[in-house]
């Protein structure tokens, strides 16, 4: 009924930037928060970003002042731009979405997840 899909992943050399989009797109009524989650190997999925459909923002503290999350209402869309990468940010990048669809019912939805390298 719903996808998330994501894009902007890739390789970058540290210091670097890139800009992950996460498009929702489906039977959807409204969307709630919506976040930016990572996964480095051998570790557990972490949350680095949200962003309430109002706007408020939040962060982990390992991204806080380098990330910045936006969203676009009108689109559906998240964004996570990525400055002053680290070789620490290597990891899979996933969007998470929680949403009412058009059946009334309220879900959570995650995208298939983009890798970031970033090399030193």
């Known amino acids: 009924q719903v996808q998330l899909v994501e894009s902007g992943g890739g390789l970058v050399q540290a210091g670097g930037s890139l800009r992950l989009s996460c498009a929702a797109s489906?039977?959807?009524?409204?969307?709630?928060?919506m976040g930016w989650y990572r996964q480095a190997p051998g570790k557990q999925r972490e949350l680095i970003a949200a962003?309430?459909?109002?706007?408020?923002?939040n962060y982990a503290g390992s991204v806080k002042g380098r990330f910045t999350i936006s969203r676009d209402n009108a689109k559906n869309t998240v964004y996570l731009q990525m400055n002053g990468l680290k070789p620490e940010d290597t990891a899979v990048y996933y969007c998470?979405?929680?949403?009412?669809?058009?059946?009334?019912?309220?879900?959570?939805?995650w995208g298939q997840g983009t890798q970031v390298t970033v090399s030193s």
């Open positions: 962003i309430t459909s109002g706007g408020s923002t």
């Open positions: 998470n979405a929680d949403l009412v669809v058009t059946s009334g019912y309220n879900y959570n939805y």
């Open positions: 489906g039977r959807i009524f409204s969307i709630n928060a």
